[in-house]
């Protein structure tokens, strides 16, 4: 097996808010060795990994001054080999208690990234399947998207809108519909993920579900067969009033690119006269697709980002390959959990005055992971350069002398604030490096007030919505979810219907009588100074489950102050624009 080398086959995979090198990040399998030492032959084939990751570590990582071959150094390595060894057999034969060799030897290479950087980490086989199912952008089950509920008699899963053409649409599974067992058994009580895990599987394979259905009785019978899913990362994209544009990206993986393409031909965006780019809570992924995306509104030959590193190659500048498609005045939108490829869009747009920034400082991820495949199916993703923005702003936020538990703070973010190095836009406007991305606007996220958190965490409005489409709320008869008994019907709700939907006040006190046989401590002071979110969340969940994720996320951008921010900010954004194109870019230091 040979070590890795940039001759060696490369493989793009994502990190949940980690971000690898698109198509320049790196699978390799480490290097094996053959020792000599009788220890090596360790009654534990575990232990085999961790030697393979060290002895590649110690090796490819060694200061150039030192002959890789030396006798001295293969000297050191087998010592420091030969203590782990030891010290593991130790454990082995006379801790108290019986421990798996796994759980020894994976801790031990978690701790020793942990003393690397914040972001180099190893991936258990499990997790190492999970980031590169993601990273494809598809998986195998039933095209639909769960969560937990809390209920009285135990934990239920709720089934959101299914997948376009997956097998959960075809057999009629709705918005709404709750899971109470797998293959006959209960799920009350299993953890989340125990769902998931037992609702995918092979392709072609076959699972049985038992779901209730409001306005249904008896329980229905659902007998799948699992097939290929797309993970979705672009979810929304529609007018958020008219000529002007709203899309929503979750991730980078290997389709983003190409869905933003799909949504801004649906919207038609050379008519447009904004577009709201929404990275929040992005923790990014591929850089190749954060270049690609950052393309659509950049001019070509225009540098997206660059990257450098201690190692001969790790620096490389990325420039817009293509023709700017969208020549649209933008505004982004970013928050305390947009972080590493979102960071290089924003940060892109940002410095050559494409865009306006709203929101909260990003987190501040610009670390490159190289990701090297490891024996027995894990991962290593480890860091091998920095991320910087054309105007040569140092994305990564400072962790030096303070403990990783702090650096994922949230205050630890708005600390981050002083000493920041400065840049200059292609206009000449001042921005800040060395943190994340930081905002031309800041408008802080609306946090919920007691009452509003009261209601939301313990599922109060999926809950009245359900009564409301089933019909048990007479004054609202037009919220109903038209009966059908057949199991594969869809629903049959039409999207034209939606503008009668209203929250009345009849509707409001049938929600306090719900309240009351809910447990729900209030006073009709809390309803009145709530009563625009009430009604808002109301009617959110109800067009989720009628008529499918996007409108139900339409009205919940109603409500949304970051985004009514970014309208008011698009004039300004459209002027910045115009000016950008006539203006020499401004001269910003060397990075070094």
């Not at 534990?44 to 030192?66: A, E, H, Q």
């Not at 089950?141 to 376009?164: D, F, K, M, Y």
């Not at 030959?301 to 817009?320: D, F, Q, W």
């Not at 305390?336 to 865009?355: C, K, M, N, T, W």
Request: proline share 5%; net charge positive.
């Amino acid at each position: 097996m040979s070590c890795f080398h940039h001759g060696t086959r490369r493989a793009s995979i994502r990190n949940y808010g980690l971000s690898c090198r698109g198509a320049a990040c790196y699978t390799a399998r480490a290097r094996r060795k053959d020792w000599s030492h009788p220890l090596m032959k360790h009654r534990f084939p575990v232990l085999v990994l961790l030697i393979i990751l060290m002895s590649s570590l110690v090796s490819g990582l060694k200061d150039g001054r030192v002959a890789a071959g030396s006798a001295t150094s293969q000297k050191a390595e087998n010592e420091f080999l030969r203590n782990f060894t030891e010290a593991l057999d130790v454990i082995q034969d006379k801790y108290a208690d019986d421990v798996g060799s796994d759980k020894l030897v994976y801790s031990a290479i978690k701790g020793m990234l942990r003393a690397l950087d914040p972001h180099s980490s190893f991936f258990e086989p499990k997790e190492f399947s999970r980031l590169r199912e993601e990273q494809h952008s598809k998986y195998y089950g039933l095209g639909i998207r769960v969560r937990s509920l809390i209920r009285e008699r135990g934990r239920v899963v709720i089934v959101e809108p299914p997948a376009t053409g997956s097998p959960a649409e075809r057999r009629g599974l709705r918005a709404g519909d709750v899971i109470t067992r797998i293959e006959g058994e209960p799920i009350d009580d299993w953890p989340s993920d125990e769902v998931v895990g037992h609702l995918r599987g092979p392709k072609g394979t076959i699972v049985n579900i038992t779901v209730e259905r409001p306005g249904i009785r008896d329980p229905l019978q659902f007998r799948m067969e699992r097939d290929e899913i797309p993970y979705i990362t672009v979810p929304y994209a529609f007018e958020v009033k008219p000529g002007v544009g709203y899309i929503k990206i979750d991730r980078f993986s290997e389709s983003t690119a190409e869905e933003l393409g799909q949504k801004l031909k649906e919207l038609d965006a050379g008519n447009l006269s904004g577009l709201i780019l929404d990275l929040r809570d992005n923790p990014g992924g591929l850089l190749n697709q954060a270049i690609e995306v950052a393309d659509f509104f950049v001019e070509k030959g225009k540098l997206i980002v660059a990257t450098k590193g201690r190692t001969e190659g790790s620096a490389r500048p990325y420039k817009a390959p293509g023709l700017e498609k969208v020549q649209v005045p933008i505004v982004v939108l970013i928050n305390r959990h947009s972080a590493s490829a979102s960071e290089i869009v924003a940060g892109a747009l940002q410095d050559h005055d494409r865009a306006l920034i709203v929101g909260e400082t990003s987190f501040g991820k610009g670390l490159v992971q190289s990701v090297y495949q490891l024996e027995n199916n894990t991962g290593m993703a480890l860091t091998t350069a920095k991320y910087y923005t054309p105007s040569g702003r140092l994305i990564q936020r400072d962790y030096s002398g303070s403990s990783f538990d702090y650096y994922y703070l949230n205050n630890a973010i708005s600390a981050n604030g002083k000493n920041r190095e400065t840049r200059f836009t292609d206009s000449g406007r001042k921005v800040l490096g060395g943190g994340g991305i930081t905002p031309d606007a800041e408008v802080p996220m609306r946090e919920l007030n007691r009452f509003e958190a009261i209601l939301s965490t313990r599922d109060i409005f999926f809950e009245y919505a359900r009564r409301l489409s089933s019909g048990q709320v007479p004054s609202a008869s037009n919220f109903q979810v038209p009966r059908n008994e057949e199991v594969g019907a869809p629903p049959a709700k039409d999207i034209k219907s939606a503008s009668r939907l209203e929250i009345t006040d009849s509707i409001l006190e049938d929600f306090k009588q719900f309240l009351r046989n809910k447990n729900i401590e209030f006073a009709d002071e809390d309803i009145q100074a709530n009563v625009d979110f009430i009604k808002r969340r109301i009617k959110q969940e109800v067009y989720t489950s009628s008529f499918g994720l996007q409108e139900g996320y339409k009205v919940a951008v109603q409500g949304d102050t970051q985004v009514m921010k970014a309208l008011d900010l698009l004039p300004e954004a459209k002027r910045l624009m115009l000016a950008g194109r006539s203006t020499p870019a401004a001269r910003n230091p060397e990075v070094k």
